[in-house]
């Protein structure tokens, strides 16, 4: 296959779970880390021990400077670009809006939102037919929290996800001639570290019972989403948000 894919955010959870069916598919894939270098490398290894190629890129995908390095490090070691998945995303602890101050949405906004904007211009510089490239898809990573609100818990996460939806059809229809498919998913309750940055490491169990399956998802099953996506097999499918949510 020889793609190039960057998966933003994929030392862990669902970006993790994304870069290594991404390896075993044939993806060549840049591991993109904020961190967490460690957990970044150990996913290279996997990749690179099955067969794959990858590399672990470290970049802060909320400052510009940062995004522009990372999409050029990829040009100089692994070749241009035809998959980008904007999975990069972070919330805070549990919260009535009323307790929130300009600094937190700061923080959620600039990497779930801004972050996601600023790694597409790039992607989309490189796979544009317009600009000489040869097409490509990206799939953003929102969550069903964009249609639920969150209430009580994490309003600026959900307002953000509702961002990156809108963002998602925009760019799907802005690029759709030019060779670029623009996707999203919306994932669940997802049994993922993330519901420890939010302070309730047991969040799943509690919730689940809201879920008409009774469960959480995995990270494994929202990967394999995106990369249906990714591939061929979606080639009519652009502007959508897929929902992996368990009837939530």
Same mark, same amino acid.
């Given at each position: 296959?020889? +793609? /190039?894919?960057?998966?933003?955010?994929?030392?862990?959870?669902?970006?993790?779970?994304?870069?290594?069916?991404?390896?075993? *598919?044939?993806? #060549? /894939?840049?591991?993109?880390?904020?961190?967490?270098?460690?957990?970044?490398?150990?996913?290279? +290894?996997?990749? &690179?021990?099955?067969?794959?190629? @990858?590399?672990? #890129?470290?970049?802060?995908?909320?400052? %510009?400077?940062?995004? #522009?390095?990372?999409?050029?490090?990829?040009?100089?070691?692994?070749?241009?670009?035809?998959?980008?998945?904007?999975?990069?995303?972070?919330?805070?602890?549990?919260?009535?809006?009323?307790?929130?101050?300009?600094?937190?949405?700061?923080?959620?906004?600039?990497?779930? #939102?801004?972050?996601?904007?600023?790694?597409?211009?790039?992607?989309?510089? =490189?796979?544009?037919?317009?600009?000489?490239?040869?097409?490509?898809?990206?799939? &953003? /990573?929102?969550?069903?929290?964009?249609?639920?609100?969150?209430?009580?818990?994490?309003?600026?996460?959900?307002?953000?996800?509702?961002?990156?939806?809108?963002?998602? $059809?925009?760019?799907?229809? +802005?690029?759709?001639?030019?060779?670029? $498919?623009?996707? @999203?998913?919306?994932?669940?309750?997802?049994?993922?570290?993330?519901?420890?940055?939010?302070?309730?490491?047991? =969040?799943? %169990?509690?919730?689940?019972?809201?879920?008409?399956?009774?469960?959480?998802?995995?990270?494994?099953?929202?990967?394999?989403?995106?990369?249906?996506?990714?591939? *061929? %097999?979606?080639?009519?499918?652009?502007?959508?948000?897929? %929902?992996?949510?368990?009837?939530?």
């Amino acid at each position: 296959m020889d +793609e /190039v894919l960057i998966i933003t955010g994929a030392s862990r959870g669902i970006g993790a779970a994304t870069a290594r069916i991404a390896g075993r *598919s044939g993806y #060549v /894939v840049c591991v993109n880390y904020l961190k967490n270098k460690a957990a970044a490398k150990q996913i290279v +290894e996997e990749i &690179n021990a099955d067969g794959g190629r @990858a590399l672990a #890129v470290g970049a802060d995908i909320s400052r %510009e400077e940062e995004v #522009v390095k990372l999409f050029c490090t990829v040009d100089d070691k692994l070749g241009k670009i035809s998959a980008l998945v904007n999975n990069a995303g972070i919330l805070e602890t549990q919260m009535r809006i009323e307790d929130m101050n300009a600094a937190r949405l700061n923080r959620v906004f600039l990497t779930n #939102v801004i972050g996601s904007f600023l790694c597409a211009r790039e992607a989309v510089k =490189r796979m544009s037919t317009k600009n000489g490239g040869k097409g490509g898809a990206i799939v &953003n /990573v929102s969550s069903a929290a964009a249609r639920l609100g969150s209430a009580g818990e994490y309003v600026d996460y959900a307002a953000s996800k509702g961002a990156v939806d809108t963002f998602t $059809r925009g760019l799907a229809q +802005e690029v759709a001639e030019e060779g670029i $498919r623009v996707n @999203a998913v919306r994932p669940g309750v997802i049994d993922t570290d993330i519901h420890s940055s939010g302070g309730e490491p047991g =969040r799943v %169990e509690r919730v689940k019972a809201s879920i008409p399956m009774k469960r959480g998802g995995s990270a494994e099953e929202v990967a394999k989403a995106i990369m249906w996506l990714l591939s *061929s %097999e979606s080639s009519y499918t652009t502007g959508s948000l897929l %929902e992996v949510s368990g009837g939530r």
